[in-house]
């Protein structure tokens, strides 16, 4: 339904919007061929486009396909942007296209303009084919103040993947101590270098005491309203947009308390549907959107968003399709928000089909 929208809408001639088709169709069960049926009618696919087709490939496990596109790709002198080398990067499946593809982004920028996400992919890629060493190299290539969570977490993976334990606990230390707060990823990596060296289990059972803290107050807001500055729409809107984790939640109650004072335009509402569900309460944002007298597409894309964000594609399909009934015309937004749900039910399908398999193997 969202590609037959995007296609007699006319939506097909925005680039952006052609790839996201492209990116969806390839995800498809049976809709690859359809996917490169329509990459090849643009007339001068943009790296998008491509990118969105070496994904597809990837997608699809023809990961020698993705590596071919990636090539064309260079070929026909569309120049690679970080996207194409992430996603060529994460197709290979043997060391040779592998040691081609990073010699290619080692060589593609000199090691102080690499962005820290390239840099980062690296770092696994390197990991994953044996090469602890360049791993490390490329991690200290990124400037010190650039290295978040996500490159550290790489190179602990790294070390726990290799077998260095000591190494992996080090650096999650001094992480630590570099104010910055790991994620569960780092969690599961430690955990693994634990397992694997006896030696270190009783570090492993300490691991629990750092699963804790905070997140970042929304200090703005807060000053204002002891400052006594009236607070307008706009700035409701802005300091929604900040909501985005449970702890946030009192915050948006407040902040809805405030809209409605002002004066509920569908923008707050629509803001709100968005902090309420990022923050959590689902049940909330629903009745916000269910209240809320004029249904813009504004309001729709978030509701449809809000339950993707939820893990709960089919609620996001279904809400996108009683917009259309409603005579409320999807824009690009709105298709957007439709094709990541609908890629997310793929997703969803394939784990599902993925454990199935393994426990028939099982029994």
């Known amino acids: 339904m969202v590609v037959e929208i995007a296609i007699e809408s006319g939506y097909l001639t925005n680039p952006f919007v052609a790839s996201a088709v492209i990116h969806l169709l390839g995800r498809q069960a049976g809709s690859l061929f359809k996917a490169r049926q329509l990459f090849d009618n643009i ?16 997608w699809n496990g023809l990961f020698t396909e993705a590596y071919r596109a990636f090539c064309l790709m260079d070929l026909e002198g569309v120049q690679a942007d970080d996207i194409s080398f992430l996603n060529v990067l994460a197709s ?24 820290r996400v390239l840099g980062t992919a690296l770092i696994t890629s390197y990991a994953k084919f044996g090469n602890l060493e360049a791993a490390i190299a490329v991690f200290y290539d990124i400037h010190e103040l650039e290295r978040d969570v996500v490159a550290y977490t790489a190179l602990v993976g790294a070390y726990s993947m290799h077998g260095f334990s000591e190494k992996a606990i080090q650096l999650f230390c001094f992480m630590d101590l570099q104010g910055m707060k790991a994620d569960e990823v780092v969690y599961v990596s430690l955990f693994d270098a634990c397992s694997k060296d006896p030696g270190y289990l009783r570090q492993g059972l300490m691991l629990h ?3 804790v803290e905070s997140g970042v107050p929304l200090d703005l807001f807060r000053e204002m309203s002891l400052e006594g500055v009236a607070g307008t729409l706009s700035t ?9 984790r449970v702890e946030d939640l009192p915050q948006v109650q407040l902040l809805h308390a405030i809209a409605k004072g002002l004066g509920m335009e569908a923008q707050v509402a629509a803001s709100l549907v968005t902090a309420y569900g990022f923050c959590g309460d689902l049940h909330q944002a629903k009745s ?13 894309t978030a ?13 996001a399909a ?20 439709a094709i990541e749900a609908l890629d997310l039910s793929f997703v969803h399908a394939r784990n599902y089909y993925s454990k199935k398999e393994f426990d028939d193997l099982e029994d």
């Not at 279904?318 to 928000?337: I, N, R, Y």
Request: glycine share 2%; proline share 2%.
């Open 43 to 58: 007339s001068s696919p943009t790296a998008a486009a491509w990118n969105a087709m070496v994904a597809a490939y990837a």
């Open 92 to 115: 290979c499946e043997s060391f040779s296209i592998a040691l081609v593809v990073q010699s290619e982004i080692q060589a593609s920028a000199t090691k102080t303009s690499r962005s």
């Open 209 to 211: 005491e750092f699963l």
């Open 318 to 337: 279904k809400t996108f399709q009683e917009m259309e009934l409603e005579g409320v015309k999807a824009d690009e937004v709105s298709l957007m928000a």
């Open 236 to 244: 409701l809107v802005s300091v929604l947009e900040a909501c985005t």
């Open 303 to 315: 509701m449809v968003a809000v339950y993707t964000k939820s893990g709960l594609p089919c609620s």
């Open 288 to 300: 916000v959107f269910e209240r809320t007298k004029a249904l813009d597409v504004v309001l729709w």
